[in-house]
């Protein structure tokens, strides 16, 4: 018996919908379906075992064809969108990991063996689309993003992930210990930050040792962690916690020191920008190359089964979606080591961590 959470299941949910509908619709900024804007779907390729199974659509039925082009099974469409209305009342229903022996019936009569299956490219789903401008059909890997369980990552946090700040200020042991010793259960970091200021100190960035970190935001913009640690440091001082709230203040304080007198918003840019190329392939600890992993972009799964996406080449709505859509977040003090004032070489410093989840 198969049992797995909200968002895998969400995954095979994506499968066997896109393979009924055989059409993926473009999302607004706002997570609005575009009408006029979709993508005929001509297969999904998934890989299991080390082989390639395609499962190739037209008009009416849905072909399941190994790497040798033999046609292991034919099965019409509607079997396919059956199920998918199956599994999201599933989905709705469940908590925490479940089981849907029906859908296990099925995967086994597909060829399909696992409910989130490894793709051929660095991404959740790998389709064939048929562009309706150029009229040609291309490979696109994309991530996929599910509405009905617990929000997921952006931006997963680590020891990698630790931006360190210099206190500035005359501070002793003895209130670097107090500091320390705050503990209540909700706000600790805050309290800590505020305390810090309240002590008559400044907090500034100091560095981001991790190399592979510092180096990936670089390729996004060179200033990328001087602007992110600005965000970290509003956000763990309980001045907000979601981008676009976020960002306002991120321009009042300028760390870039841009000419504030256009309407130009650099900020609000740049943060795009990080957002979108964490969505498409940059991660925190390995060294990134500016090449994206997810060649298609999203597909998003609503809280109603409605599946959109945010393809590649209708970027601005994504690179907005991300920035009304996203938020800090607190990963694990403990875990990641940060949150606690400690001296090296007669000064103070503290680390800060950043995680960024989807709202």
Known sequence: MITQNKGEWSELYVFLKLLGDGVLYAADADLNKINDLYYPLIEILRKEDDKVKHYVKDDINIKIIDDSKNVLLELPATEFET???????????????????????????????????????????????????????????????SDLGMPPTLFNS??????TYEII???????????????????????????????????????????????????????????????????FSGRGKEISELT???????????????????????IKTFLTDCALGMTAAKPWDGKFQATGGHIIVKEDGEVLCYHI??????????FK??????????????????????????????QVRFI
Do not use: W
Request: charged share 30%; with cysteine; hydrophobic share 35%.
């Open 325 to 354: 859509n996203t938020r800090l977040e607190t990963p694990d003090a403990k875990r990641h080591g940060f949150g606690t004032i400690y001296q090296e070489n007669g000064k103070n410093y503290i680390k800060l961590n950043l």
């Open 158 to 163: 680590g020891t990698s992930t630790n931006f």
């Open 83 to 145: 199920k998918a209305k199956i599994l999201i009342d599933e989905i709705k229903k469940g908590s925490s990991a479940f089981a849907i022996p029906v859908i296990e019936e099925f995967m086994d009569v597909i060829k399909c063996t696992k409910v989130k299956a490894p793709a051929l490219e660095k991404s959740d789903i790998t389709l064939v689309l048929h562009d309706c401008k150029t009229f040609k059909n291309e490979l696109f890997g994309f991530s996929i993003k």
């Open 313 to 322: 080449y209708n970027r601005n709505e994504f690179r907005d979606y991300l």
């Open 169 to 235: 200020g005359n501070m002793t042991k003895a209130q670097a210990d107090k500091i320390n010793a705050i503990n209540s259960k909700f706000a600790k970091l805050r309290e800590r930050i505020n305390a810090i200021y309240e002590a008559g100190c400044e907090i500034k960035f100091s560095k981001l040792e991790h190399k592979s970190c510092r180096s990936n935001l670089q390729m996004i913009d060179t200033k990328m962690p001087e602007i992110l640690a600005e965000y970290i440091l509003l956000y």
């Open 248 to 270: 306002p203040l991120v321009r009042q304080i300028n760390p870039c020191g841009f000419d504030l007198t256009s309407e130009q918003k650099y900020y609000e840019h740049k």
